[in-house]
């Protein structure tokens, strides 16, 4: 089992930066590539960003040149920098974990409880 627990959402003015952290626990040997994901009201959820072990990382498009991805392995822990927000931007922000078991690989295996990101004009 891996327990994954955001941090650093919050209530940030057009412009502004937040970051967010996710901290794993539990049988984070198993841990291959994470991500980030987000649901606005009303709509589906959707990558914002996602990195591999190695460090390889991709992005949503309406993210590009905004928002960095990053990874602390020796801490398990995985950080979305977040700049020049938007009120589009505005959405809960949930952390998720491949898991990678010998033979079988495992993607969006476990996720954590989201994190509020509030977006005002």
């Known amino acids: 089992q891996v327990q994954l627990v955001e941090s650093g959402g919050g209530l940030v003015q057009a412009g502004g930066s937040l970051r967010l952290s996710c901290a794993a626990s539990?049988?984070?040997?198993?841990?291959?590539?994470m991500g980030w994901y987000r649901q606005a009201p009303g709509k589906q959820r959707e990558l914002v960003a996602r990195?591999?072990?190695?460090?390889?990382?991709n992005y949503a498009d309406s993210v590009k040149g905004r928002f960095t991805i990053s990874r602390d392995n020796a801490k398990n822990t995985v950080f979305l920098q977040m700049n020049s927000l938007k009120p589009e931007d505005t959405a809960v922000y949930y952390c998720?974990?491949?898991?990678?078991?010998?033979?079988?690989?495992?993607?969006?295996?476990?996720w954590g409880q989201g994190t509020q990101v509030t977006v005002s004009v």
């Open positions: 539990g049988s984070t040997f198993s841990i291959n590539a």
């Open positions: 990195i591999t072990s190695g460090g390889s990382t």
């Open positions: 998720n974990a491949d898991l990678y078991l010998g033979s079988i690989y495992l993607r969006n295996a476990y």
